[in-house]
């Protein structure tokens, strides 16, 4: 059976009557992910509180802006604390390319469309204007800010669980406070993650790190500018299998490496296997393609015959109907 997905994107500098209409229509299914595993597995809200105010303290006056907004329930602001969430995993594939003249992180986010909100979200809620593709309601899968930050997540191929946040609000926290992959890198090593990501951060100057985080070792950051869903090796075989994470690698990995690579040849390969995949009855099909290059602050997004261009200067407001099927994608 076909899965639809509308994409939207919203635009709003500070927190208000829009972001709580996307609350509102996004908080059943939430509710409903956050207690799957019992209401005793997940912490209370003195927990989430104090680890945000530990680890990430800038980012409490948004927090709790956006709590007030969401009703002030219990429930719904341990859920958008994103500390010690309900384990889940993606695909996704992501490389940078660089020149003297640009930057360019482009990535394909594989996961079940159904459990995707299709929203992107132009905010200036610290100062920074922020564009972002969303999950969780405000964190991030990937972004840009004005300062010349861009940053994509992919699930680190491993099975351990542990103590800290959800790679999304991590990312925000990145893109609301961070200028330079310099300052993102520091901050990657420090907060800790209750899953393993692989993180990549590049900037406008040209710099760019991946970082592989995980809750029971120190981040390992380095200067690759690739990463699909494995760390250093293959801990989860059948994960791996299924994902074909070492062939999307080498690919991608083949690409940067080659001089005569251009932008329009590494974007093109996102839209073909084995980048772009097609099985969305596993949740491993891609949902979408997205393209930033903070250096001129536009982002793109791509679904097959379909691009929406977006930027700090130029975002308007429309939604888009994806339906993705066994073979193929029709836009709506």
Known sequence: MDKTLVFRTVHEEAPGSKWRSLFDYHWTAYEQWFLAEG????????AC??????????????????CDLAGGGDLASRLLSLYRPPPYITGCSQAVLTSP????????Y????????????YTRW???RVIAMTDCLWGVLDGMNDSGLAVSLAFGGRRVVGDGFGAPIILRYLLEFCDTVPEAAEVLARVPTHMAYNITVADSAGRYVTAMIAPDRRASIRRIPVATNHQKKIEWYAHALASETLIRERQLSILVDD???????LISAFSSPPLFRHDYRRGLGTVYTAVYRPREGRAQFHWPGKWLNLSFDEFPEESLTVRYGARNLQMG
């Open 39 to 46: 209401e005793r597995e997940r912490p209370a809200y003195l």
């Open 101 to 108: 003249n640009s930057t360019l992180l482009a990535r394909n």
């Open 126 to 128: 610290n100062q920074r």
């Open 49 to 66: 509180h104090n680890a945000l105010r530990r680890h990430m303290p800038e980012l409490l006056g948004t927090y709790r802006e956006l």
């Open 110 to 121: 594989d996961y079940p469309p159904e459990l995707c909100e299709g929203t992107i979200l």
């Open 259 to 265: 001089d005569a690579t251009t932008e329009e040849r």
